[in-house]
Every structure is written in structure tokens, then in C-alpha cells.
């Protein structure tokens, strides 16, 4: 199938695509005149694609790790034991940041209610 096609059937825009393969993460194979040629089997990638994005990873971390991931029955699962560990440390990552905010939000709370009590 052809990038359009791939786009529609996955929801993800061409430049998108495109750009999934600048990194390494798609790899389509490219007809005599250029166009790139896609398998059903990319529509897969791109879904693993969408969900480890939407985990908080990175292109290059994804890169890595794809070749480790296994899709059963709709829920993805790391095949590679090392790979686990690797995403602990992200989502303590994620933690640590959502600490840092909530300490940033409470500090935020705290002018807005100065701010009112003053205007009172």
C-alpha cells in the first residue's frame, strides 16, 4: 500500500509517517519510481508506534525497544526481560515529573489564594 493508504487505515498523517521513517521506525520498501510501498503488517508498527509515544517515549528510546515488543490480543508486551527495567526507570521518570508539577501547582494555589485574599 501507498503512504495514503497506511495514513487512513492507521489515523496518522503522512508527515507523521514519514517522519517515523527519518528515525528508523518504519522501514518501507521503495518501487522503481520512488514511492514508497507499505506492508499490512506496518499498520501494526504504527500502532505500537502510537502507544509507546503515548507512553511518554521517545523516537530513539522506541527505536530500541520495538523489536522487543510483542502485540497479543491488543495489548502490547515486552518480550525482552531487559526491557522491562528500562521502563520502570521512564515511568519513574514520569513520576518524578508529575511530583515536580504537583509542588509547581501547589505553589501556583498558593499566590492565587494571596492574590485574592489581598483583593478582598
Known sequence: MRIGELARRTGVSERAL???EEQGL???QRRPSGYRAYADADVAVVR??????????NTAQILEILPCI???D???????????DGLV?????????????KATRANLDTLIGAERRASR
Request: a negative charge.
Open 18 to 20: 514519514r517522519y517515523y
Open 26 to 28: 518504519l522501514t518501507p
Open 48 to 57: 505500537r508506534i502510537r502507544i509507546l509515544l503515548g507512553a511518554g517515549l
Open 70 to 72: 510483542v502485540d497479543e
Open 74 to 84: 491488543g495489548w502490547l508486551t515486552p518480550d525482552c526481560p531487559e526491557l522491562v
Open 89 to 101: 526507570r521512564q515511568r519513574n521518570r514520569i513520576d518524578e515529573a508529575i511530583g515536580e508539577l
